[in-house]
């Protein structure tokens, strides 16, 4: 059964910093996507960051770049989100995500690409 469980989510002020993860078992996501998503009341589900799983290619949404990085551990169970200079607009309940392909296959920032997915954690940044 595969399992995508989100974690490290809470409060922050405008500026700080956040750290996600998401654990994977139950699939083996080496040579695939993993992206993270987040949605905000009211809003649509967003591609944030998604990350080719074995190789080094990351990709970033404009809104993100420069302040978020995703990254992997070598057991290759694990994805992360670094969040840094976090502002109010980042409040979201933020997802994980498990494609069947490669990143450079598929367009990353589309929910519809993606196979499995997290509960979620929330984010809430204040001014």
């Known amino acids: 059964q595969v399992q995508l469980v989100e974690s490290g989510g809470g409060s922050a002020q405008a500026g700080g910093s956040l750290r996600l993860a998401c654990v994977v078992s139950?699939?083996?996501?080496?040579?695939?996507?993993m992206g993270w998503f987040r949605q905000a009341p009211g809003k649509e589900r967003e591609g944030v960051s998604a990350?080719?799983?074995?190789?080094?290619?990351?990709y970033y949404a404009d809104s993100v770049k420069g302040r978020f990085t995703i990254s992997q551990d070598n057991a290759k169970t694990t994805v992360y989100l670094q969040m840094n200079s976090l502002k109010p607009e980042d409040t979201a309940m933020y997802y994980c995500?498990?494609?069947?392909?490669?990143?450079?296959?598929?367009?990353?920032?589309?929910?519809?690409?993606?196979?499995?997915w997290g509960q979620g954690t929330q984010v809430t940044v204040s001014s």
């Open positions: 990350i080719y799983i074995g190789g080094d290619t990351a």
């Open positions: 995500a498990a494609g069947g392909r490669a990143c450079y296959y598929i367009n990353v920032y589309r929910p519809s690409e993606y196979d499995y």
């Open positions: 139950g699939y083996s996501y080496s040579r695939r996507c």
